[in-house]
């Protein structure tokens, strides 16, 4: 299933982005996922919406400031990165994807290029909402694999 996302120029893509006061700071250097829409109840509540995410691997993200950056373990296994101090939610990540993480689209620096392409945990989406009928509208997430 992970061959229809798209890679930006693997390995030659280099993003930066930051939470809003600037507490933390990243640079990704390397391939890309898509921008993946998870409508989940978790991420609507914390986000405030939905999540909306591309992911990398791991030793392709660096943390250029990270004074501010906290982590809420919302489960034994998942946890969200957000700011202390402005609040900015950034990261994801989940012990059976250890190897990579989830970076929040809008905390990149545009222009980013990227593109959303799926939307996962549609059920859970708020009834206010509707979804971009041009995405792959998913129920679930289980059929979602991606190598970052
Ligand atoms: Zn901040
Ligand atoms: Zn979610």
């Not at 791991?58 to 400031?65: G, I, M, S, V």
Request: glycine share 8%.
């Amino acid at each position: 299933m992970w061959q229809r996302f798209a890679m930006e120029d693997p390995g030659h893509r280099t993003f930066t982005g930051r939470c809003d006061c600037g507490g933390v700071r990243y640079r990704i250097d390397g391939p890309v996922r898509d921008v993946v829409e998870c409508h989940c109840e978790p991420c609507r509540r914390i986000s405030g919406h939905h999540l909306a995410a591309t992911a990398v691997a791991n030793e392709h993200l660096h943390l250029d400031a990270d004074d501010t950056l906290a982590w809420y373990q919302r489960t034994p296994t998942v946890r969200y990165g957000f700011c202390s101090v402005c609040s900015s939610t950034l990261f994801w990540t989940a012990a059976d994807k250890a190897h990579r993480t989830s970076v929040f689209a809008g905390t990149l620096d545009g222009p980013t290029g990227l593109t959303a392409t799926v939307a996962i945990c549609a059920s859970e989406a708020g009834d206010y909402y509707r979804i971009d009928p041009g995405l792959d509208i998913q129920v679930g997430d289980r059929s979602l694999e991606t190598p970052y």
